[in-house]
């Protein structure tokens, strides 16, 4: 059986849509390499989320950016210049690419020679994706994950009735766009096996949010009344009675489904006298909504959390505690699944979970410095140290990280580390 080598992704990335998107790709066991720019006068190098939050190791690696990009290399290359696009083409060709990724506006895709048509001709096999705020009919148009949630109307969908529009909690548009790209890639890498060509992924943040109103746009095909897609604070629209209810010491949230456990909620002990027979079905209930949630704070606030959530259980009500961040972590169902990777200095740091349960490891390399790999990867592409050196004077390629990298990359799958 022949060996296949894992698939290689060549990312122009920065923030954290397309970055979240390759981050999935390293969970596979695949090669993540990064494209960052050179340094331009009076900025900072690199991808600007570098430079987010609390200094973790030295100036450019801060804690907004460790997460989503452990297990990768970095690269630097001013794609500005021929030379580097040339080099960039090089690299392509000589690491065998599989997927080019890039989240810069479009108006930049031909000015920068990673445009479809451009890499497409050099290597026909590869699979190009981009991420960017409206697709490429739209070239202009900058996406922000805020701005976008208020574009595509998910903050007008999210806070209470009379309050003011509100984002999510979670840059949901930001994650959305980054997992529609990873699914197209899938699918555009399996059509890939079957015709030996690539093709190009445009992925639009306002339409991939967009399909996410899939409970609130198609009403506007039946006349549906403003409270159906408007604000509706942490009630649901269309079930009732789901909401926060207070206790004594919080709050627990319940939801209810359906009639039968709606029934079920009023057979538990101090919860019968918010029955009755307009309350019997979920249509009914709607007509009483208000009146529903005043009957049922008035028993909730006068019992324990653990109180109330140990009668919910045994009735089979759905419900569940409003956790902090901390507590979230410390859940064995989530704490048992956690990625992990390795600090500089030998401390092992705890991340997220994958979506999904990994195949191989689930220890990854920390984040690369800036321009961590450039010397290596262009080593690896033919390219000479002096020549190297020569690109570097010129200011085509950023080499200057590399005498402190924090490790030689790795044998076995890209990405991967073992613990300890």
């Known amino acids: 059986m022949t060996h296949r080598r894992p698939p290689v992704v060549l990312s122009l990335e920065q923030a954290l849509s397309l970055p979240h998107a390759t981050l999935r790709f390293v969970h596979k066991g695949w090669r993540v390499v990064r494209v960052e720019p050179t340094a331009t006068p009076g900025g900072l190098p690199g991808d600007p989320n570098r430079y987010i939050g609390k200094r973790i190791v030295g ?55 990673i445009d479809y048509e451009t890499l497409s001709a050099i290597k026909p096999d590869l699979v190009w994706a981009g991420i960017s705020a409206m697709g490429p009919d739209y070239p202009e148009v900058p996406g922000y994950d805020p701005a976008m949630q208020a574009m595509v109307g998910f903050m007008e969908l999210t806070g ?18 980054g997992d529609d790209l990873y ?15 690539g093709r190009a992924i445009h992925v639009s943040m306002l339409q991939s949010a ?15 009344d403003p409270s159906e897609i408007g604000r509706a604070g942490n009630e649901h629209r269309k079930f009732i009675p789901t909401n926060a209810y207070p206790t004594s010491d919080g709050f627990v949230f319940v939801t209810i489904g359906n009639d039968l456990q709606w029934a079920r909620l009023t057979r538990v ?52 505690p409003i956790q902090t961040i901390p507590q979230v972590a410390a859940m064995d169902a989530v704490a048992r699944k956690m990625t992990t990777s390795t600090m500089p200095d030998g401390r092992t740091i705890r991340l997220q979970p994958p979506a999904v349960d990994l195949d191989g490891p689930s220890h990854f390399r920390f984040p690369p410095c800036y321009a961590e790999h450039t010397a290596a990867v262009l080593r690896e592409a033919g390219v000479s140290d002096d020549e190297c050196a020569a690109l570097a004077d010129a200011g085509v390629v950023s080499i200057e990280a590399v005498a402190t990298a924090t490790a030689p990359l ?4 890209p990405g991967a580390q073992s613990p300890g």
């Open 160 to 177: 209470h009735r009379d309050g003011p529009p509100m984002l999510s909690g979670v840059p949901l548009i930001d994650l959305k766009a």
């Open 183 to 197: 699914a197209e890639v899938m699918a555009a890498l399996l059509e890939r096996e079957h015709t030996g060509r």
């Open 269 to 320: 002990p101090g919860f019968s006298g918010i029955a009755n027979e307009t309350r019997r079905t979920n249509e009914g209930r709607h007509r009483e909504r208000a009146a529903i949630h005043e009957d049922i704070a008035a028993v909730t606030r006068r019992q324990t959390t653990a109180a109330l959530m140990e009668a919910f259980r045994l009735a089979t009500i759905p419900h569940a």
């Open 59 to 113: 100036d450019d690696r801060r804690s907004y950016f460790i997460a989503q990009n452990v297990g990768k290399e970095a690269i630097a290359i001013d794609l500005k210049d021929p030379r580097g696009q040339a080099l960039l083409h090089r690299i392509i060709v000589a690491l065998g690419v599989d997927v080019f990724c890039c989240n810069t506006l479009p108006k930049r895709y031909r000015q920068l020679g």
């Open 210 to 224: 967009a399909s996410w109103l899939v409970t609130t746009m198609p009403l506007l095909n039946f006349d549906c």
């Open 410 to 413: 790795p044998h076995g799958p």
